[in-house]
């Protein structure tokens, strides 16, 4: 079961926006609806950012935006700041492998 | 509050099995699917299981298929990870988390976690 390809850092300043990529194939993100994304600090449990490509848990700041084109999927960060520093992974249901993660990546807010 | 909390974590021989259980509250359990997630030191996030509602659609990472066992009593509200034949890569902290769904023919996002249990494969 391959990861999906992610950058291994995104950097930006405060008030940037950032967007990590989540590159799979057309037997994951490609055939589904159902890419995820989640925030980790460290020590910490990841955090559901992102639903079925676009979808905003509750709770969750409208800052945080999913979408997708063809086998990749993106997570944009608007407005950065500090507190958004952490690392990030995609996650995607993939039918009868039948569920994947991305490499990772973490964001530096300079 | 809505809440997993994992247990059954050590230190174990290379070989040798151990079982992990998560207990949930604060939510229906038996309206979800369920999965276990793994982090071995300084690396990403792997997914390891998964298991439906009702127990009827269950998955398993190629890395640990044939090795481990996912299971749920949800009279228990209890989630559990039989591991056997442990080897120094399954060293990790391992997470339950819950699906957004049944779990019934796709998983989709997991929206609760807990903080982990640790396994360490070592002789």
């Known amino acids: 079961q391959s990861a999906l390809t992610q950058p291994a850092s995104v950097s930006g300043s405060p008030g940037q926006s950032i967007t990590i990529s989540c590159t799979g194939t057309?037997?994951?993100?490609?055939?589904?609806?159902?890419v995820s994304w989640y925030q980790q600090h460290p020590g910490k449990a990841p955090k559901l950012m992102i639903y079925?490509?676009?979808k905003r848990p509750s709770g969750v700041s409208n800052r945080f935006s999913g979408s997708k084109s063809g086998n990749t999927a993106s997570l944009t960060i608007s407005g950065l700041q500090a507190e958004d520093e952490a690392d990030y992974y995609c996650c995607s249901y993939a039918g009868s492998r039948p569920y994947v993660f991305g490499t990772g990546t973490k964001v530096t807010v300079l | 509050e809505v809440q997993l909390v994992e247990s059954g974590g050590g230190l174990v021989q290379p070989g040798r099995s151990l079982r992990l259980s998560c207990v949930a509250s604060g939510f229906t359990f038996d309206d979800y699917a369920m999965h276990w997630v793994r982090q071995a030191p300084g690396k990403g996030l792997e997914w390891v299981s998964g298991?439906?509602?009702?127990?009827?659609?269950?998955g398993y990472a190629d890395s640990v298929k044939g090795r481990f066992t996912i299971s749920r009593d949800n009279a228990k509200n209890s989630l559990y990870l039989q591991m056997k034949s442990l080897r120094a890569e399954d060293t990790a902290l391992y997470f339950c988390?819950?699906?957004?769904?049944?779990?019934?023919?796709?998983?989709?996002?997991?929206?609760?976690w807990g903080q982990g249990a640790t396994v360490t494969v070592s002789s």
């Open positions: 057309s037997s994951d993100v490609g055939s589904y609806n159902l």
């Open positions: 988390a819950k699906d957004l769904s049944g779990g019934d023919y796709v998983w989709d996002g997991m929206d609760v």
């Open positions: 298991i439906s509602w009702n127990s009827g659609n269950i």
């Open positions: 079925e490509g676009t």
